[in-house]
């Protein structure tokens, strides 16, 4: 599946979507985590804005980044005119110039978001990112190679696949061996439990990672 068709799938799914009131588990996770932080919270990937509305209304700072020109829209109705309005971005999170745009410190929020870019992506992002001095924070949950999800639809290759949507299932150790290069991690863990809705109960991995200092 393409980029385009992926970012179609999604078009299609935030055309009525509205924002539910209730922020997923990972939101409280982070906001309790995050007590008294000032900075920016970008939420990549932020769909909805259902995690983004809750950030707001416990007076966090925020942007947020999604591919879906329907999910933009539909966050910025739904902040009106405050200024946040221009702070819903169109674009790639992937590939977006976080250091060109991003002048105050910021930490990147990604949930059930990382599965959705390729590892070509993925290394675009880790690349940018590893040397912005004004990103302090990464919060990372997604969707585990351990998940049953995984094997489900058409093969792309090992832990890529594809139903109505395209899903690259995160291996941990790869993960923490890509993350480890230019931040360090101080929360980690593989588990259900962390995001269940109705008879559904994904595996996920949760990681917390803090900014390594760059040397000059």
Do not use: Q
Request: aromatic fraction near 12%.
């Amino acid at each position: 599946m393409s980029k385009e068709t992926n970012k179609d799938f999604w078009n299609v799914f935030y055309k009525k979507k509205l924002a539910v009131s209730k922020p997923s588990n990972f939101a409280v996770f982070v906001k309790k985590f995050l007590k008294n932080y000032s900075s920016t919270i970008i939420d990549v990937g932020c769909g909805n804005g259902r995690d983004l509305f809750y950030f707001k209304k416990n007076k966090f700072d925020i942007m947020g980044i999604d591919l879906s020109k329907n999910a933009v829209s539909l966050i910025k109705k739904g902040l009106k005119n405050t200024k946040d309005k221009k702070k819903i971005i169109h674009s790639d999170f992937a590939r977006f110039d976080y250091k060109k745009n991003v002048k105050k410190k910021f930490s990147i929020y990604s949930r059930f978001t990382w599965h959705t870019i390729n590892e070509r992506s993925e290394g675009t992002l880790l690349k940018k990112i590893s040397k912005i001095p004004n990103l302090e924070y990464i919060f990372v949950e997604t969707r585990s190679d351990k998940d049953e999800l995984c094997g489900v639809g058409k093969k792309i290759s090992k832990n890529e696949f594809v139903t109505d949507h395209y899903r690259r299932f995160i291996n941990k150790n790869n993960l923490v061996k890509k993350i480890k290069k230019s931040f360090k991690i101080i929360y980690l863990k593989e588990s259900k439990g962390f995001s269940k809705y109705k008879k559904e109960d994904p595996c996920l991995i949760r990681l917390i990672a803090i900014r390594k200092l760059i040397k000059t």
